[in-house]
């Protein structure tokens, strides 16, 4: 059961630092998305590709987050510097370009706690 | 501004009573429609979806929906809930290929 997977599950950092997620869509997948989770906010999208190609990041706080598909097989999210306000989980989602034929598939999430 | 409202942010119930939930979108032109479910402390999974034809769709562990084109409304059903159905639940909607979801409904079923 093929499965996106994201690393690393567990993120607890420093203010200041930089923090680096890592997701690996599903083979074959050709789009991608980066969802923050909060209690206050919900499920916040932060940036999407199609083909490796940015599509949207309209959600994504410019100034500290970046998000990158360096390859087919690995999306990425920094952020640098971190804020204790960017605690949350994160999740990736890789999908079809035609929804239809197959919905978004998540991954477990990486859950970032910034002290 | 395009988005996707759900009316109850937490639900109780007892099992064996009936959930719906309540989901509305403001997108013009074609969309697709989902619900996710999140149990705790896991990912979101696609419990059913609507592209196009009967508008009354079945999805997994006995849930279904009902879209309703002229109200804007996608709303999730199950006549018989269980404990195990304790969970978030997510209303999406897919436009121009970029998934949007509400806010959740917190379902909390009591044995």
């Known amino acids: 059961d093929a499965r996106v997977t994201q690393t690393p599950r567990h993120k607890v950092t420093e203010m200041g630092q930089e923090v680096t997620m890592r997701c690996q869509p599903i083979?074959?997948?050709?789009?991608v998305f980066w969802y923050r989770q909060t209690m206050m906010q919900g499920l916040e999208l932060l940036a999407y590709?199609?083909?490796?190609?940015?599509?949207?990041d309209s959600g994504m706080p410019k100034d500290r987050f970046s998000a990158e598909m360096p390859d087919a097989t690995l999306a990425t999210l920094k952020i640098q510097p971190s804020e204790p306000r960017d605690s949350a989980v994160y999740f990736c989602?890789?999908?079809?370009?035609?929804?239809?034929?197959?919905?978004?598939?998540f991954g477990n999430g990486t859950r970032l706690t910034v002290t | 501004a395009q988005s996707v409202s759900q009316h109850n942010h937490h639900v109780i119930l007892s099992e064996a009573a009936s959930l719906e939930l309540g989901c509305n979108y403001s997108?013009?032109?074609?969309?697709?429609l989902f619900w996710y479910v999140q149990y705790p402390g896991q990912h979101l999974q696609l419990l059913l979806k609507?592209?196009?034809?009967?508008?009354l769709v079945k999805g997994i562990k006995g849930f279904e929906a009902e879209f309703i084109k002229s109200k804007f409304s996608f709303n999730l059903r199950k006549p018989s809930v269980q404990w195990s159905d304790t969970a978030e639940y997510f209303c999406?909607?897919?436009?121009?290929?970029?998934?949007?979801f509400g806010a959740g409904t917190q379902v909390v079923v009591t044995p």
């Open positions: 989602a890789s999908g079809l370009d035609r929804p239809e034929n197959s919905p978004l598939h």
């Open positions: 083979l074959g997948h050709n789009t």
């Open positions: 999406a909607v897919n436009s121009w290929g970029k998934l949007q």
């Open positions: 590709f199609r083909n490796r190609a940015p599509l949207d």
């Open positions: 997108y013009g032109g074609t969309v697709n």
């Open positions: 609507y592209f196009s034809g009967d508008p």
